[in-house]
């Protein structure tokens, strides 16, 4: 059985004081889940008082990118190093704004991807189609590609550990939602292409996170599709009761 994982990534928004009363709240509302895995992925600024925040609770800590050298002239970037020294657990890679608006590509979502293995932190990488793309039925074509290069040159041992979110860029901040069956098609075609890849041991235990306009609405039966493995949440996590209500779905 693979356990579920509920993401929130909080993008560009939350100043100190607001990162704390989101946090707060939210640790005291999931207190008794015990049976999914719950992240919250902040941005750099407050990752250190939400660490200090979630100790002993059953929240973990997530960034929402990483440089992949470990250290250096690199002005503005953060290692993986330092992300696993104030206790993060996990990363986001190659979310689709990073790709969009920042340059991000398969190759360097590759590097990212090995530097945070080598520091111990555990990957979320993200696929994902525009809409441009599915109207001109190359869905399958560009997440196989996304997967198979941001993946290259992985040590087989690794495959198991990593985590992945099928976000397609249409629906993510959008209101639009893939539909369940939609989502589960280009999950199982991820699972699929892991097989091929990797064998059914490692593609069986690879969580695969759905994530575009997730709400408490439609998380429940985005769950309950067979390859969904767990949810990567923008909008919605922002607030404790609508993030709690996904985490409890
Ligand atoms: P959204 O964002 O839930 O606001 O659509 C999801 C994401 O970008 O990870």
Same mark, same amino acid.
């Given at each position: 059985?693979?356990?579920?994982?509920?993401?929130?990534?909080?993008?560009?928004?939350?100043?100190?004081?607001?990162? =704390?009363?989101?946090? $707060?709240?939210? &640790? +005291?509302?999931? !207190? @008794? /889940?015990?049976?999914? %895995?719950?992240?919250?992925?902040?941005?750099?600024?407050?990752?250190?008082?939400?660490?200090? =925040?979630?100790?002993? $609770?059953?929240? &973990? +800590?997530?960034? !929402? @990118? /990483?440089?992949?050298? %470990?250290?250096?002239?690199?002005?503005?970037?953060?290692?993986?190093?330092?992300?696993?020294? =104030?206790?993060?657990?996990?990363?986001?890679?190659?979310?689709?704004?990073?790709?969009?608006?920042?340059?991000?590509?398969?190759?360097?979502?590759?590097?990212?991807?090995?530097?945070?293995?080598?520091?111990?932190?555990?990957?979320?990488?993200?696929?994902?189609?525009?809409?441009?793309?599915?109207?001109?039925?190359?869905?399958?074509?560009?997440?196989?590609?996304?997967?198979?290069?941001?993946?290259?040159?992985?040590?087989?041992?690794?495959?198991?550990?990593?985590?992945?979110?099928?976000?397609?860029?249409?629906?993510?901040?959008?209101?639009?939602?893939?539909?369940?069956?939609?989502?589960?098609?280009?999950?199982?075609?991820?699972?699929?292409?892991?097989?091929?890849?990797?064998?059914?041991?490692?593609?069986?235990?690879?969580?695969?996170?759905?994530?575009?306009?997730?709400?408490?609405?439609?998380?429940?039966?985005?769950?309950?599709?067979?390859?969904?493995?767990?949810?990567?949440?923008?909008?919605?996590?922002?607030?404790?009761?609508?993030?709690?209500?996904?985490?409890?779905?």
């Amino acid at each position: 059985m693979r356990k579920p994982i509920l993401a929130g990534n909080w993008k560009m928004y939350k100043k100190v004081g607001e990162a =704390i009363k989101l946090i $707060s709240e939210l &640790k +005291i509302k999931v !207190q @008794d /889940v015990k049976d999914r %895995e719950i992240i919250v992925c902040p941005a750099y600024t407050v990752l250190n008082k939400v660490k200090e =925040i979630i100790k002993d $609770s059953n929240i &973990k +800590i997530g960034a !929402q @990118d /990483v440089y992949w050298e %470990e250290k250096g002239a690199f002005t503005g970037e953060i290692s993986p190093d330092m992300l696993k020294d =104030i206790g993060c657990d996990y990363v986001i890679i190659g979310h689709s704004e990073r790709r969009h608006y920042f340059g991000e590509t398969d190759d360097t979502v590759n590097r990212k991807l090995k530097a945070a293995f080598n520091s111990g932190l555990l990957p979320i990488v993200c696929v994902g189609e525009t809409l441009r793309e599915r109207e001109q039925n190359l869905t399958f074509k560009v997440i196989e590609k996304q997967v198979h290069d941001g993946l290259k040159g992985l040590e087989d041992a690794l495959i198991p550990k990593l985590i992945i979110a099928y976000e397609p860029v249409w629906a993510i901040g959008t209101g639009k939602t893939a539909t369940p069956e939609e989502a589960q098609e280009v999950h199982k075609f991820i699972r699929d292409f892991l097989k091929r890849m990797y064998g059914e041991g490692s593609s069986n235990v690879i969580r695969i996170l759905y994530g575009g306009s997730v709400k408490p609405e439609n998380i429940s039966q985005l769950m309950s599709q067979e390859d969904i493995d767990g949810g990567l949440v923008g909008g919605a996590s922002l607030d404790a009761e609508s993030f709690s209500k996904i985490v409890k779905y």
